[in-house]
């Protein structure tokens, strides 16, 4: 069974940083490419970044480029969200999600999520 649970929201300043993760178990990285997306309120689900799963290419969305890096260690089975220079704009519930096919910035493409975690940038 696949399952994903993240960690690592909190509450941080402009300017600051947070590590997002996403431990996975039922399945190894090297067979789901695994999405970090986004939803704040009122707003649709944004994708943020992906990672493939064969050879760990990389890919962002045009908001979070220079800011935010994804990683993946695979001998634990964990994907990472490094968040630098977060903004208030940053501010949603990020959710890991994952999908046997190749990276996608839709929701849809992806079948598993985990729960959640929340991110708060403020003042």
């Known amino acids: 069974q696949v399952q994903l649970v993240e960690s690592g929201g909190g509450l941080v300043q402009p300017g600051g940083s947070l590590r997002l993760s996403c431990a996975a178990s039922?399945?190894?990285?090297?067979?789901?490419?695994i999405g970090w997306f986004r939803q704040a309120p009122g707003k649709e689900r944004e994708g943020v970044s992906c990672i493939s799963r064969r050879d760990g290419g990389t890919y962002y969305g045009d908001s979070v480029k220079g800011r935010f890096t994804i990683s993946r260690d695979t001998a634990n089975d964990t994907v990472y969200l490094q968040m630098n220079s977060l903004k208030p704009e940053d501010t949603a519930v990020y959710y890991c999600a994952a999908t046997p096919f190749r990276c996608s910035g839709y929701a849809y493409y992806f079948s598993s999520w985990g729960q959640g975690t929340q991110v708060a940038v403020s003042s």
């Open positions: 039922g399945f190894t990285l090297d067979a789901y490419a």
